[in-house]
T-cell receptor
Framework: DAGVIQSPRHEVTEMGQEVTLRCKPI?????LFWYRQTMMRGLELLIY????????DSGMPEDRFSAKMPNASFSTLKIQPSEPRDSAVYFC???????????FGPGTRLLVL | DAKTTQPNSMESNEEEPVHLPCNHS???????IHWYRQLPSQGPEYVIH???SNVNNRMASLAIAEDRKSSTLILHRATLRDAAVYYC???????????????FGKGTHLIIQP
């Protein structure tokens, strides 16, 4: 089992540019979660999907952030335009619906200059 | 999710048992107690969870107080690889429970001395 796959692992961009983070959940999992981790705020849930449908996006910081899950094996988190305060590690996690355990990917470390 | 309280950091020696406490005085009857840990530069990983009874798995043991207002994660023989931030999280196991995201606190930074 390859686990949750995230790409890119590292991203450096300039303020104002569009950033797209990608996630491939574990095959067969039907819940997908996006989290963000910073020193100041710790780990925060941004949005999650059940069966490809967004259920709760109340953690998305503002309209510059958007997430999609076009199919069961792929999700994107997009930031447009990016700002320096978006610099963080972004984690994707997946699980079976109503299963207790979430499996996290290795994260994408984003630096916005 | 109900709030949990953990010490900011703890230190232990290698090959000794470690007891990581968590207080959750406002826990509800349907809240499960979950533990995740995050090794340096990695994503969080599941450790163990329980409702009322003590639980054991290959990674750790979870001891839950009779009134459920506190719990303790037990690493029976700590190794250097167990140095991580340990998070105690409550999740509602009622209708829809287990389908939503995790609410992480600050966790306990566990330091293992060789």
């Amino acid at each position: 089992d390859a686990g949750v796959i995230q790409s890119p692992r590292h991203e450096v961009t300039e303020m104002g540019q569009e950033v797209t983070l990608r996630c491939k959940p574990i095959s067969g999992h039907n819940s997908l979660f996006w989290y963000r981790q910073t020193m100041m705020r710790g780990l925060e849930l941004l949005i999650y999907f059940n069966n490809n449908v967004p259920i709760d996006d109340s953690g998305m910081p503002e309209d510059r952030f958007s997430a999609k899950m076009p199919n069961a094996s792929f999700s994107t988190l997009k930031i447009q335009p990016s700002e320096p305060r978006d610099s963080a590690v972004y984690f994707c996690a997946s699980s079976l619906l109503f299963q207790e355990t979430q499996y996290f990917g290795p994260g994408t470390r984003l630096l916005v200059l | 999710d109900a709030k949990t309280t953990q010490p900011n950091s703890m230190e232990s020696n290698e090959e000794e048992p470690v007891h990581l406490p968590c207080n959750h005085s406002t826990i509800s009857g349907t809240d499960y107690i979950h533990w995740y840990r995050q090794l340096p530069s990695q994503g969080p990983e599941y450790v163990i969870h329980g409702l009322t009874s003590n639980v054991n798995n290959r990674m750790a043991s979870l001891a839950i107080a009779e009134d459920r207002k506190s719990s303790t994660l037990i690493l029976h023989r700590a190794t250097l690889r167990d140095a991580a931030v340990y998070y105690c999280i409550l999740r509602d196991g009622g209708a829809g429970g287990g389908a939503d995201g995790l609410t992480f606190g600050k966790g306990t930074h566990l330091i293992i001395q060789p």
